[in-house]
């Protein structure tokens, strides 16, 4: 790893404040590097230290073009094990897997050392106030392949068989919940919790 990328990583590190930061192994540097970022969700507060790093010149100053790529249902750890982005914001679950299924990334950072989702239903949904009520219902998720397992634990921890029917529909999942044609999903505390 060269030393501009080096001091990028830390540039990033100590500017992004998220789930998990992967890179790809390997990256090679030269002189004046372009670092393609992929996000893990549309911009969002935890993106905030990578827009404040871009706006202050932090990565202009080390020579460093740093382009933010936008949003896209791609897993993130594909997207850099495919070379098509250096570093990127992905979730432990999914580093994980991918590191199982053979991608040659590396997570270098995990910030938040406990979960930041939970299950997310609407507020006026009286028939679903504990997990075993999920059963039989619509799940929308996001494509994460653990998810549909750990939230059907999480269901029979609470006494229900973990029985759902799982659509993916990565950012519409929270409209389809808001609009009653799903009837759960996962949510990030920090913001739609």
């Given at each position: ?130 997990p075993k009520n999920l059963d039989g219902k619509t799940y929308a998720g996001f494509g994460d392949p653990g998810e549909k397992e750990s939230l059907a634990q999480v269901i029979r921890n609470d ?31 920090a913001w739609e919790g």
């Open positions: 790893m060269s030393g501009r990328l080096r001091r990028a990583l830390a540039v990033m590190a100590t500017t992004v404040a998220t789930l998990s930061l992967v890179t790809a192994c390997g990256s090679g540097g030269g002189s004046d590097q372009t670092i393609r970022f992929a996000l893990d969700w549309t911009p969002n507060t935890n993106h905030s230290g990578l827009y404040v790093a871009l706006q202050r010149g932090y990565f202009a100053d080390a020579g460093l073009d740093v382009q933010v790529l936008p949003y896209n249902n791609t897993s993130v750890d594909t997207v850099v094990d495919a070379g098509n982005a250096e570093f990127g914001i992905s979730t432990h679950n999914s580093s994980t897997f991918a590191r199982a299924s053979g991608a040659r990334i590396q997570s270098v950072l995990a910030p938040l050392q406990h979960w930041a989702t939970g299950i997310g239903v609407r507020a006026d949904r009286a028939d679903l106030a504990s006494g229900g068989t973990g029985e759902f029917t799982s659509v993916m529909l990565g950012s519409s999942a929270y409209e389809a919940v808001y609009s009653g044609k799903a009837d759960f999903t996962v949510s990030y505390l």
